[in-house]
């Protein structure tokens, strides 16, 4: 028997497709706090607040 995990937005709770949504984790500069992470959908991912994070590693290089 296959078993399907169904994923769930923390904020509108309105179901997640395949291959869509947002991971946010939240953590506290207090490390005895831990951190706390929340899944959402696409719409609710966009409307929340912070700014973009830089990607890691080396720049692409330019076709030239």
């Known amino acids: 028997m296959a078993?399907?995990?169904?994923?769930?937005c923390d904020s509108c709770g309105k179901e997640v497709g395949?291959?869509?949504?947002?991971?946010?984790?939240?953590?506290?500069?207090?490390?005895r706090r831990g951190a706390k992470a929340a899944d959402l959908c696409d719409d609710c991912a966009g409307t929340m607040p912070g700014?973009?994070?830089?990607r890691r590693g080396r720049r692409p290089k330019t076709a030239a």
Request: no cysteine; aromatic share 4%; charged share 30%.
């Open 3 to 8: 078993r399907k995990t169904v994923l769930v």
């Open 18 to 31: 395949e291959g869509r949504g947002a991971i946010l984790r939240l953590t506290y500069s207090d490390a």
């Open 51 to 54: 700014r973009a994070a830089a």
